[in-house]
């Protein structure tokens, strides 16, 4: 376990409340599920994810997994 945690130390990201919550209030998306979606347009990333409704809001961001494995590149 301690292996694990030095090995993701510092690999945290801190999302703009204020994106989620304006990705959230735009979308009718949860402010949860929101914050995904911010983190991968700050990190400039797909968001890969098997929930409709952010597939259907965010068909810019949001991508199944199988998808992803196909082009992984943004």
Do not use: H, N, Q
Not at 55 to 73: G, N
């Amino acid at each position: 376990m301690a292996e694990a945690e030095s090995l993701m130390s510092g690999g945290g990201y801190a999302v703009v409340s204020a994106e989620g919550l304006e990705i959230a209030t735009a979308s009718d998306c949860s402010a949860y599920d929101a914050e995904f979606v911010a983190l991968a347009c700050d990190l400039r990333a797909p968001l890969g994810t098997l929930d409709k409704a952010g597939l259907e809001a965010f068909p810019e961001t949001a991508v199944t997994p199988p998808r992803f494995l196909a082009d992984p590149a943004p």
